[in-house]
């Protein structure tokens, strides 16, 4: 979907474009590999598999939101951006429902709750959340992050930020913890789903806001239509190719075995 500054030239035409563009986005609409993993069939191979690549993305996903708070247009952008980073690095959030007044906590650093999961599944520390550990479609995911959501232009990380936000918030989270407690059920009954789940309860309270943010960001002064669109689809052209790298590589193993 593209789309000219000629041809949204009002907020109702462009979120007209954004819903064609994003809303729409094969990605967002069916998640092949989401789709899959939520019927709980994954062996532990393939759960060891999706974990690293997972990690590899939460981890390097600190890069992208640094980046995007060091860009931040103003100082509003800038705390909301914090909020996120800090709420990823172990602050948590304080009763107000934000990290102002929250406090740190190694344990509540996102990744490594997420190391706790891997533990689980036999992973050890150096197996996860290495650049090194990432396939090129996850890298090339993390890298689109840094260039797209942490983009310098606030038109361009508004654009991949609302794409995130609303991939993120279309039901991915539901998918995988259905299929974790299939086999956490059968098989795991000591796998940790804390991370997921409060991940999903965390993007229902963002999914909230994803509309205002969306007026805020078309009035903006010197705000592009045409870069916003640009920035996120290309940004889940990148997620899809994180999710299709995943379920190509399961299928490759599995007919290889």
């Known amino acids: 979907m593209s789309a000219t500054v000629d041809s949204v030239s009002n907020l109702a035409d462009f979120k007209r474009a954004v819903a064609a563009c994003i809303d ?31 990690s590899v993305f939460s981890h390097l996903f600190i890069e992208a939101q640094l980046r995007k708070c060091i860009n931040a247009p103003d100082r509003q952008s800038y705390r909301a951006g ?3 980073l800090l709420n990823e690095l172990g ?10 007044g929250g406090t740190f906590r190694f344990s509540a650093g996102h990744f490594e709750w997420l190391a706790g999961f891997g533990e689980a599944l036999g992973l050890a520390w150096g197996e996860i959340g290495k650049r090194s550990l990432g396939t090129p479609a996850t ?4 890298d689109a992050l840094v260039d797209w959501y942490g983009s310098s232009d606030p038109s361009t990380a508004a654009g ?32 940790p789903l804390g991370f997921w789940t409060w991940h999903d309860a965390l993007e229902e309270r963002h999914a909230a806001h994803t509309d205002d943010e969306l007026c805020e ?18 940004m889940l052209d990148a997620v899809a190719g994180f999710w299709n790298g995943l379920d190509e ?6 007919q290889a075995a």
């Open 24 to 54: 729409a986005h094969p990605i967002v609409c069916s998640n092949r590999y989401a789709t899959w993993f939520s019927r709980g069939d994954a062996t532990l191979d393939e759960l060891r598999d999706f974990t690293v690549q997972f």
């Open 82 to 84: 914090k909020e996120i």
């Open 91 to 100: 602050v948590v959030f304080s009763p107000s429902g934000s990290v102002e």
């Open 139 to 142: 890298l090339a995911f993390c």
């Open 160 to 191: 991949a930020s609302h794409a995130i936000e609303h991939w993120a918030a279309a039901g991915f989270w539901k998918q995988l913890i259905a299929g974790l407690r299939l086999i956490k059920a059968r098989r795991l009954p000591d796998l």
């Open 217 to 234: 960001a078309f009035r903006r002064p010197g705000f592009s239509p045409d870069r916003f669109l640009a920035s996120g689809g290309a």
């Open 249 to 254: 590589s399961r299928l490759q193993k599995a």
